[in-house]
């Protein structure tokens, strides 16, 4: 969101945000940011949910006066406020689905049977995409999976991209040394955020692998989320407590990219991934990557473009990892490519592409006649109840 939005206004265009009201944040923290009252989520405590009274409140707002077009980028609450606001205003509502809720779902409601939990993250996606003018989507993957769902809402597959001048610092050795790791120990560094979705455990499990070869190796993880109390536990029970760290939040100007530089190879084994930017950055900064390539992340990776393609298996991951750490020469290598190969993700490109889209989708509504007063545009008014 951050990246399109500047891209956006470089283009001459205004955005508003409207965004929950966390913690660590004030009222007046960005300007044409409009911040929500919010709570906690349970068995989330990463996210926040905005309250009800407050975010029917948005739709008052003065800074929405004269809107264009409404993109909502989350579902559930949000979701129905986006659209009673585009109905409000006599506006389309655009839509990106960026989670693969399917594989989401019901690792944040484990008693409840999976296939239940599938069936709900279906029926809710179909539904919620078929009330929006059009739809955005990251990735292929996604494309194929929504239209098995039986979503008919028009869809763009359009990946958010990266700001190369935004990647080209960071300091690795200084990274290293402020949390005590010596230059040339081996890492692996992993960044994203830290849910049972990212498939973190696999890289724990493989991790098992490359210390038999490389005993001093070191697995650095970046980020928070719900799997972390899990994932510390699991390293005790695999004894490798003292071979795992994990650093947290960082400042995505600074210290982000200093980790990124302080690995020697950037592990990330998603399955359900929708896009993996991290793998993009990652190579923009240098850093040679192994991972799977499932679901989004297919449309990213190209072997030996920045980095080594692995099965969805400890034995293969790890041998591509030692691979890497067994050579230099192949680590400069692919850091080369991979510098090169991420430029092509220029996410100026994606936004004018967006822009694009934008305004296809207002004159096509213009088009068809679609006022404010209209009833038959798509939006479920039992929803729009339940916000």
């Known amino acids: 969101m951050r990246t399109f939005r500047r891209e956006l206004q470089a283009l001459g265009h205004e955005v508003v945000v409207v965004a929950p009201a966390y913690p660590q944040t004030g009222a007046g ?201 899990h994932l510390k536990n699991l390293a005790r029970s695999l004894l490798i407590e003292d071979s795992v760290k994990f650093v947290g939040n960082l400042d995505r100007a600074t210290t982000l990219l200093d980790c990124y530089r302080a690995g020697d190879v950037f592990v990330f084994a998603s399955r359900t991934e929708t896009q993996g930017l991290v793998l993009l950055e990652a190579m923009a900064l240098g850093v040679p990557v192994v991972s799977v390539a499932e679901m989004g992340t297919i449309d990213i990776l190209e072997a030996g473009k920045g980095a080594l393609i692995a099965n969805n298996d400890e034995a293969d991951f790890s041998t591509k990892v030692c691979e890497l750490l067994e050579s230099a020469a192949l680590r400069q290598q692919l850091s080369a490519d991979g510098r090169q190969y991420a430029e092509q993700w220029d996410a100026a490109k994606q936004a004018q592409r967006l822009a694009e889209l934008y305004a296809d989708v207002v004159a096509r509504r213009k088009s068809r006649g679609i006022s404010a007063t209209d009833t038959n545009d798509g939006i479920d008014q039992r929803g729009l109840r339940q916000t």
């Open 29 to 229: 923290d960005e300007a044409a940011t409009i911040r929500v009252a919010s709570r906690g989520v349970p068995l989330d405590p990463e996210d926040r949910l905005m309250q009800g009274r407050a975010l029917r409140a948005v739709a008052d707002h003065p800074q929405l006066l004269g809107i264009d077009l409404v993109h909502i980028q989350t579902p559930f609450a949000a979701h129905y406020a986006g659209l009673k606001i585009a109905r409000r205003f006599g506006v389309p509502c655009v839509a990106t689905y960026h989670t693969f809720f399917e594989e989401y779902l019901y690792h944040y409601v484990p008693f409840a049977p999976r296939a239940l939990m599938r069936a709900l993250a279906r029926g809710f996606s179909r539904r919620q995409g078929n009330q929006v003018d059009a739809l955005v989507v990251p990735s292929r993957a996604m494309l194929s999976a929504l239209t098995a769902y039986g979503v008919r809402a028009p869809m763009t597959i359009l990946p958010t991209g990266i700001r190369m001048e935004e990647l080209s610092s960071g300091d690795g050795a200084a990274f290293r040394a402020a949390h005590g790791i010596a230059a040339k120990r081996p890492v692996l560094v992993h960044i994203g955020r830290v849910a049972f979705e990212k498939n973190i455990d696999f890289l724990m499990r493989m991790f098992l692998r490359v210390r038999a070869r490389f005993p001093d190796a070191l697995l650095l993880v970046a980020g928070e989320g719900p799997a972390l109390p």
